[in-house]
């Protein structure tokens, strides 16, 4: 007997376009937009564009790295043309992200709270030596209160920096970056699933 092929479906799931385009990081925001305004994108453009254009635009809005058109048509034999209204008609359905600079801001400050952890766990009391650098800038308050344990103004000791006090605040710093990064409808809709 014959080894029974399995006929596949000619319409791509959220998971198998992620994984031919390589960006399978952001399958779980792909399938949140396509969940939430899949089916409008699909009666405008076409299931196959409309599922592209939720990988296209979660692979933006992670910042995994939007695919090249030229390799969706390759990929799926679909108008790249199409996968872009299909983007936009989905992107009418969620809160836009925040700008750039804000994005920039937020994972400045990121680096530089790594950094400050980093520094606490080896047993520094002072943060990490940036000086003239243009992180130095990005959180000034965490660098002044791990440089510095006394308060000029009133002379009294701070505590420490802990680590876990840190942990947290890097959790929600990651948060923030995620929020401005997906938007909010698009960030609430994922941390739902």
Do not use: W
Request: proline share 5%; hydrophobic share 40%; glycine share 6%.
């Amino acid at each position: 007997m014959g080894q029974r092929h399995l006929e596949m479906s000619a319409e791509p799931t959220i998971d198998c376009a992620a994984r031919r385009l390589g960006v399978e990081s952001a399958v779980d925001v792909a399938r949140a937009a396509f969940d939430h305004a899949g089916e409008m994108a699909t009666l405008e453009c076409g299931h196959t564009a409309a599922v592209l254009g939720a990988v296209r635009l979660a692979a933006r809005r992670t910042g995994v790295g939007e695919p090249a058109p030229e390799r969706l048509a390759e990929s799926f034999d679909v108008d790249p043309e199409r996968v872009a209204a299909a983007d936009e008609v989905l992107a009418t359905y969620l809160s836009p992200p925040a700008d750039q600079d804000e994005i920039r801001s937020l994972r400045r400050t990121l680096v530089v709270a790594r950094e400050v952890r980093a520094a606490v766990e080896r047993g520094r009391n002072a943060g990490p030596e940036l000086p003239g650098s243009h992180l130095a800038d990005a959180a000034p308050f965490l660098l002044a209160r791990a440089s510095s344990h006394l308060d000029s103004r009133t002379d009294r000791e701070y505590p420490g920096l802990e680590t876990a006090a840190l942990r947290d605040h890097i959790e929600r710093l990651e948060a923030d970056l995620e929020l401005a990064r997906l938007g909010t409808k698009l960030y609430t809709l994922v941390d739902e699933d």
